[in-house]
């Protein structure tokens, strides 16, 4: 099955240098508006003419900021979209609005794996991979199916995609790539089991 990943297009929040976590409210800049529109023709080249009368189906985040590229997508595939709130950015607890030039890095507790920690009293990266496996377990097989999410999100359902752990997800090294850049689109092929 071909997941198309995109996470949404710029914020005022991504602007700011604010950490979003799930924050409400938080729309898109012009910037933002415009690499929807990029993502959206983006999405729609990689569809291409032969998933034509297809079943297509676009997925996103319920957070303002991607629900508002996901319709530019949707729009531009002409797909329906829908809403899962197994899809939202990581939960940040305490940390949600705070500048991040303001943040200090704390130590891993002992005997505790990084993605454990629910740093900030929110999510830790194993709870933010349990949900989107509940997702990526529920999501029926079709054409393709188009993920509108956040930058920690999509990192986490590659490591999903991947048959990999949530002590396993990846920010960066040579297999993975850097995370998706804000209007970012990536290609996940997973074959049939």
Do not use: C, K, Y
Not at 20 to 48: H, I, K, N, S, Y
Not at 104 to 125: F, K, M, N
Not at 129 to 144: I, L, M, N, Y
């Amino acid at each position: 099955m071909r997941w198309i990943l995109v996470r949404h297009g710029q914020s005022t929040w991504n602007v700011e240098g604010r950490v979003q976590g799930q924050a409400p409210g938080v729309g898109l800049t012009e910037l933002g508006r415009q690499q929807a529109a990029d993502a959206g023709a983006a999405v729609a080249a990689v569809l291409g003419p032969e998933v034509d009368g297809a079943v297509v189906r676009v997925l996103t985040s319920d957070l303002e900021r991607a629900a508002a590229t996901a319709a530019v997508v949707a729009d531009a595939v002409g797909a329906p979209v829908a809403a899962d709130p197994d899809l939202r950015e990581q939960d940040a607890g305490t940390l949600t609005g705070r500048l991040t030039r303001e943040l200090t890095a704390l130590p891993t507790p002992p005997d505790s794996h990084v993605h454990a920690v629910r740093w900030g009293g929110g999510e830790s990266i194993a709870d933010v991979w349990e949900r989107v496996a509940r997702f990526v377990g529920r999501t029926p097989p079709s054409a393709a199916v188009v993920v509108v999410s956040h930058g920690a999100t999509l990192q986490v359902l590659r490591a999903v995609l991947g048959g990999r752990s949530g002590a396993e997800v990846s920010w960066r090294d040579v297999t993975w790539h850097d995370a998706l850049p804000t209007g970012g689109v990536l290609v996940v092929d997973v074959p049939e089991t």
